[in-house]
């Protein structure tokens, strides 16, 4: 089993947000700010794990993948 490199270029991702937690249940609203973002064209950088795509998942009629290097 390969050991992941700390010193290797972790692949990011940056997530903009795209529409309102207004009227959303609490854990869409939470999942936002876990990933960093609160407010409609604010932009977040994270890194590429199967958590951060889960949370994307999650909220993705919130949400729009802008970069991934």
Do not use: C, F, Y
């Amino acid at each position: 089993m390969a050991k992941k490199t700390e010193g290797a270029a972790a692949k990011t991702l940056i997530v903009e947000q795209t529409g309102s937690p207004i009227r959303r249940p609490a854990e869409q609203r939470a999942t936002l700010i876990g990933l960093g973002l609160n407010r409609i064209r604010r932009r977040s950088t994270l890194q590429d794990t199967p958590a951060v795509r889960g949370m994307i998942a999650k909220v993705a009629h919130l949400v729009r993948v802008v970069d991934e290097t």
